[in-house]
T-cell receptor, first 118, second 114 residues
Framework: AQKITQTQPGMFVQEKEAVTLDCTYD???????LFWYKQPSSGEMIFLIY??????QNATEGRYSLNFQKARKSANLVISASQLGDSAMYFC???????????????FGQGTTLQVKP | ETGVTQTPRHLVMGMTNKKSLKCEQH?????MYWYKQSAKKPLELMFV???????ENNSVPSRFSPECPNSSHLFLHLHTLQPEDSALYLC?????????????FGPGTRLTVL
């Protein structure tokens, strides 16, 4: 069973507008962490934001915020005021607390390609 | 140098060659990882090292051989590869293995096997 699902292969957004990238996850572990990474065409994966399963508030980092809906098992990334430099591939990832506590294993989704239009 | 560096950035090799990928982290982290990213597939974890000890070997063929001589360096030795091994190989490090520790990635080595 796929543990991380990103249903949007590609997205377009107008510069300066906000965009939401979807991510749903599946786990029976009560303790887990959710991550979003950005991968520009250069290939490097850049860490954006983290949400812990026990965190009461949605995570925010500058223009990035995570819309965490635990009951729905969704962790959507919201990018506000899009910039041309935001054009990249975005990956949602999960680390389960129990099964990966000894390995640090991150499970990645398929990714969403975001293109920001001027 | 800062962060995680990888060399070479690009590598073309024949199926009978032997080559090595190098990763170095300058973050003082305890854990290091190798990932494979093939076209149109999610990142696949290959190996995990914590304090120079291998803690995960994710059913990777023996033609890939990792080596971690110290907590700052990680190698991936390659021999008799197949064309389907062509991919982007990413190295990452994290402070520790716990669920809250983000992984910092290097720029990757784009490998082409002819």
């Amino acid at each position: 069973a796929q543990k991380i699902t990103q249903t949007q292969p590609g997205m377009f957004v107008q510069e300066k507008e906000a965009v939401t990238l979807d991510c749903t996850y599946d786990t029976s572990d009560p303790s887990y962490g959710l991550f979003w990474y950005k991968q520009p065409s250069s290939g490097e994966m850049i860490f954006l934001i983290y949400q812990g399963s026990y965190d009461q508030q949605n995570a925010t980092e500058g223009r990035y915020s995570l819309n965490f809906q635990k009951a729905r098992k969704s962790a959507n990334l919201v990018i506000s005021a899009s910039q041309l430099g935001d054009s990249a591939m975005y990956f949602c990832a999960m680390r389960e607390g129990r099964s990966s506590s000894n390995t640090g294993k991150l499970i990645f989704g398929q990714g969403t390609t975001l293109q920001v239009k001027p | 140098e800062t962060g995680v560096t990888q060399t070479p950035r690009h590598l073309v090799m024949g199926m009978t060659n032997k080559k090595s990928l190098k990763c170095e982290q300058h973050l003082g982290h305890n854990a290091m990882y190798w990932y494979k990213q093939s076209a149109k597939k999610p990142l696949e974890l290959m190996f995990v090292y914590s304090l120079e000890e291998r803690v995960e070997n994710n059913s990777v063929p023996s033609r890939f051989s990792p080596e971690c001589p110290n907590s700052s360096h990680l190698f991936l030795h390659l021999h008799t590869l197949q064309p389907e091994d062509s991919a982007l190989y990413l190295c990452a490090s994290s402070q520790d293995l716990g669920r809250g520790y983000e992984q910092f990635f290097g720029p990757g080595t784009r490998l082409t096997v002819l």
